[in-house]
């Protein structure tokens, strides 16, 4: 019964190559995120929607693509993967309406991207 | 615009020690702040948040911080450490219009000696 989960949990890739991670809540939360955790363990906002509708869209190349088939569902999906890719996805999910922000994330355990 | 600063990348202490993370913020409008744990290969765990209302907030596993506002301040205390406490931990500020977006302090690696 986890929370949020994502898949895979690991990913090995060449560079050029196309991939999605998934990612599911069951926590009935109306928001939800993406972000990237470097080598550092720095971690960065990429996306978040609300309702399935995007509001946070932070400088990020096209070749990542946020999709929201519903608002359980929050998919990544990312082209002509790039040694720099690699890194730590993290999904997430808060209740709350956006601009309101005092909720809590609660975080997927990650997928880790090698991109060689 | 909101920004957290985690004094000490690394921190050690021994077992039974008192344990403190240093977290310093920096946001226009009232902030929200959290403190989140992550242990090795997992993803982030909420250990508090302060909202409104008390500045002294107690967590999980006994851990507790307090905001305060003069200071620009939210350290993490835990007043003795065990060997489970060792983990990356990090900081966080939200605040009213901001959307949702969490922007996170580049982490604290507690390591606790026995």
């Known amino acids: 019964d986890t929370a949020v989960s994502q898949t895979p949990k690991y990913l090995v890739t060449q560079m050029g190559n196309d991939k999605s991670i998934k990612c599911e809540q069951n926590?009935?939360?109306?928001?939800m995120y993406w972000y990237k955790q470097d080598s550092k363990k720095f971690l960065k906002i990429m996306f978040s929607y609300n309702n399935k509708e995007l509001i946070i869209n932070e400088t990020v190349p096209n070749r990542f693509s946020p999709k929201s088939p519903d608002k359980a569902h929050l998919n990544l999906h990312i082209n002509s993967l790039e040694l720099g890719d690699s890194a730590v996805y993290f999904c997430a999910s808060s209740s709350g309406p956006a601009g309101r922000f005092n909720s809590p994330l609660h975080f997927g355990n990650g997928t880790r991207l090698t991109v060689t | 615009a909101q920004s957290v600063t985690q004094l000490g990348s690394h921190v050690s202490v021994s077992e039974g020690a008192l344990v403190l993370l240093r977290c310093n913020y920096s946001?226009?409008?009232?902030?929200?702040l959290f403190w989140y744990v992550q242990y090795p290969n997992q993803g982030l765990q909420l250990l508090l948040k302060y909202t409104t209302g008390a500045t002294l907030v107690k967590g999980i596993n006994g851990f507790e911080a307090e905001f305060k506002k003069s200071e620009t301040s939210f350290h993490l205390t835990k007043p003795s450490a065990h060997m489970s406490d060792a983990a990356e931990y990090f900081c966080a500020v939200s605040a009213w219009g901001s959307q949702g977006n969490l922007i996170f302090g580049k982490g604290t690696k507690l390591s606790v000696k026995p």
């Open positions: 926590l009935g939360h109306d928001t």
């Open positions: 946001s226009s409008v009232p902030p929200y």
